[in-house]
């Protein structure tokens, strides 16, 4: 798809019904892993409560304000800005416009036109993937925002939590009444491993199957186990697919990205979304 500077052939949005959940670690880990995968990706984090993609890649605003490079938007009366290309993917984010402390705007039509800003006056070039971080929820400002996009699917993040699945359920209805394509839902901090005896455990209650998202019939593309190298690496700038490539956890979002390219792919009519 293509509209004005952008041009990706799909553009999918990863979304939670709730903070907490790490939303952002996996829209992060996914780009990664399909970039390392040889495909061209951007990256967009429009978490406008939380922007914290600049931080897990080891960016700062101070440091990209002096490496940003600005163009002259034909027909947009002002002007465009490059993204910034950290690990193979190129990167914007709202943290790279804000201070650390600085609240942010929460009206939705204005984060809806900012939102249309940074996708389409954003110099992204030509994209096989461009992944959305959406702000948590299902309240004016996610619609807008969703209304804003023109996408080929969403991508659902739950965690392991019951409160998790319930929340994620409202904005698994609101992508129904938006007429959205749900790829399927994925489980991150689903299990921890022993590391003296290697024995996988639980450390959340379970889920009752008909209290989850997979009572609604989306398509698990799969779970990510609980690990502290995934937050470690990431306060240091270095996400687990890039630092640690060989770890369960890279290896489940690897696994994670071949399931979305699959579903891209997939041309049946019954999982154009859940019923």
Known sequence: MSEQGLEARHVIAIGSGKGGVGKSTVSLNLALALAQEGA????????FYGPNIPVMVG??????????????HPGAGGLGMDPIERFGVKIMSVGFLLGERQQVFSWG???GQIGYQM???????????????LPPGAAEVQQELLRSLSL??????VG???VAHLDAKKIIEMLKKLEIRVLGGVENMSRVRCPCCGEQFEVFPHVRTDRSIWSLGVPLLGSVPLGPAVAHEANRGKPIV???????EARAFRKIATSVVRRLHSTEDGESSPS
């Open 152 to 157: 080929s699917g969403t991508v659902v993040v």
């Open 119 to 133: 996708l389409h006056h954003v110099r992204w070039g030509r994209l096989d993937y461009l992944i959305i971080d």
């Open 109 to 111: 039509p204005l984060v």
């Open 242 to 248: 890039v630092s640690q490539p060989d770890s369960a």
């Open 160 to 162: 392991p939590q019951d």
């Open 40 to 47: 061209s990706v951007g990256l967009l984090d429009a978490d």
């Open 59 to 72: 960016l700062t605003r101070t440091q990209e304000a002096q490496k940003w490079s600005f163009w002259r």
